[in-house]
């Protein structure tokens, strides 16, 4: 957890080991860094770092430099909370090392190259291959008119209290469905047709909407097919559904400004290990998949999913368990990274994550679930806990951060309009209390009433815990419908 120069915009998180990479024909751009012709990012943020291979460099331990110091990515407001040593003093670098990031990273990876000839993220894989559709494609009417079904996808959500919420071709709105003939064998296709395996939990809620979606006999695979527009619902009762146990917390004994983790207190909380150094937190959803920053992936290289092991379980870095290995890395195809908006990833797995105590998924957020500026929140991570620090921590860390308006955060005294709508602010504005480099990718989490719901993800802020620099993390109930969408898509 670091801090940013006071009157630069945020950098983002990086990551914070050493990465060797084979030889490239020639140095591939792994920060998005600026050239001539080139629009500066407005803002940083924490990112990984992956480093080409250098002659005669040799590595004897994981060490990030202080944001402060970093040259390379010194000219770049997109760096990320996370970024690693700088190792490279090339004469090539020349200009980029004067033109690169200016602003700290939240990464735990050692110094990025910067190649000032590319267009920042040029080289970026999609997260999907692009779609195509037929000319008569109608929305969520249960027929895949499209070749990877994106016209399906964004068809269900969950309102309040799980209350699941059907968009039909029949009404574009989405609509609660009414409970009446309602069983598990529903419950278990509306999550697995959303990318779960099965449902957790359902039950019916009461409900005063005057207009809802009947279940109908029909035999659609997908739910915006089996359900017809009613005028109200039997009895005023609308499902509530669960698809993943989530949001438990088996320890509850109480990062710059925050204290060692306890096992099983942030069971959510994972690790990612690019080439096996720490790189990035990640959160873990479900038994198939993780979320995690986009930045975390700046190269083609990073994008390689045997290059990636993933740990769940741990509080410490010493002693890993097994890995989770991954199958397939999305990025989200509106990311930007100039700005840093829709600053997510998600990671499908090659195997079902086995539930314990120690390993379970953060719950999602209602669509319109709101958690208020004042809202006392936890970040955790192992990223360094102090900005003038070298190393990322190896024991895993937490710190209470509050909700911060982000009228506030947009503040010229603040991060001067670099926050969009798809961003959440969140620390003290007196400093003291952040996220910081290797924390990229990890949870922001809030407590509803009995679980904890993952609103933020780690992404960018200007150095580590310095007064009216706040860590500024992913909005997740924006991106929900991409979060929703990707998985049906992928789904095991």
């Not at 990551?15 to 500066?40: D, F």
């Not at 809030?446 to 609103?455: D, H, I, Q, R, T």
């Amino acid at each position: 957890m670091a801090n940013h120069k006071p009157d630069s915009p945020p950098p983002p998180y990086y990551s914070v080991a050493v990465h060797t990479q084979p030889p490239l024909k020639s140095y591939e751009e792994v920060v998005y860094g600026t050239g001539p012709g080139l629009t500066p990012p407005t803002q940083p943020y924490y990112i990984p770092q992956y480093l080409p291979p250098v002659v005669s460099l040799k590595v004897t331990e994981t060490i990030i430099t202080p944001k402060r110091k970093r040259k390379c990515c010194e000219g770049n407001a997109q760096c990320y909370r996370g970024s690693g040593a700088a190792v490279l003093v090339l004469a090539l670098l020349g200009v980029a090392i004067w033109l690169g990031v200016r602003y700290g990273i939240r990464t735990a990876a050692t110094e990025f190259l910067c190649d000032d000839n590319k267009d920042p993220g040029s080289e970026r894989a999609p997260l999907l291959d692009s779609d195509s559709c037929s000319n008569n494609t109608v929305q969520c009417d249960a027929i895949k008119d499209c070749k990877l079904a994106t016209d399906e996808t964004n068809c269900v959500r969950f309102g309040d209290n799980n209350s699941v919420q059907i968009r039909t071709a029949q009404d574009d709105r989405f609509l609660p469905l009414c409970y009446k003939g309602w069983n598990k064998n529903y419950a278990d296709q509306i999550c697995s047709q959303l990318g779960f395996r099965q449902s957790s939990a359902s039950t019916k809620i009461q409900s005063p909407n005057s207009i809802g979606l009947i279940l109908t006999n029909r035999s659609y695979s997908l739910v915006q097919g089996l359900v017809n527009v009613s005028s109200s619902c039997p009895d005023q009762e609308i499902v509530s559904l669960q698809c993943v146990a989530c949001g438990k917390q088996q320890s509850t004994s109480r990062i710059i400004g925050g204290s060692i983790a306890k096992t099983g207190q942030w069971p959510w909380q994972l690790s990612l290990h690019y080439r096996g150094s720490h790189v990035c937190g990640g959160v873990l959803i479900s038994p198939d998949f993780v979320l995690t920053a986009a930045h975390c992936f700046p190269s083609p290289m990073s994008l390689s999913p045997e290059n990636w092991k993933v740990y769940g379980g741990l509080v410490s870095l010493d002693g890993l368990p097994q890995p989770y290995l991954v199958k397939k890395i999305l990025l989200n195809e509106n990311y930007n990274n100039r700005t840093n908006d829709q600053d997510i990833a998600l990671l499908k797995l090659t195997a079902p994550v086995a539930f314990t105590e120690k390993v379970l998924p953060a719950c999602l957020p209602a669509f319109n679930q709101q958690f208020p500026p004042g809202t006392s929140c936890w970040t955790s991570g192992f990223g360094i806990t102090n900005e003038d620090s070298g190393t990322v921590s190896k024991n895993l860390m937490e710190v209470t951060v509050d909700i911060i308006d982000t009228q506030v955060c947009n503040s010229r005294g603040v991060y001067g309009g670099a926050v969009t709508k798809n961003m959440i602010c969140a620390g003290k504005l007196e400093g003291g209390k952040d996220s910081c480099q290797g924390d990229s990718g990890g949870p922001l989490v809030c407590k509803g009433e009995s679980l904890w719901y993952l609103v933020g993800i780690t992404s960018w802020g200007a150095g580590c815990g310095q007064k009216n620099k706040p860590g500024v993390y992913t909005k997740v109930s924006s991106v929900l419908p991409w979060i929703y969408s990707s998985m049906q898509q992928e789904k095991p």
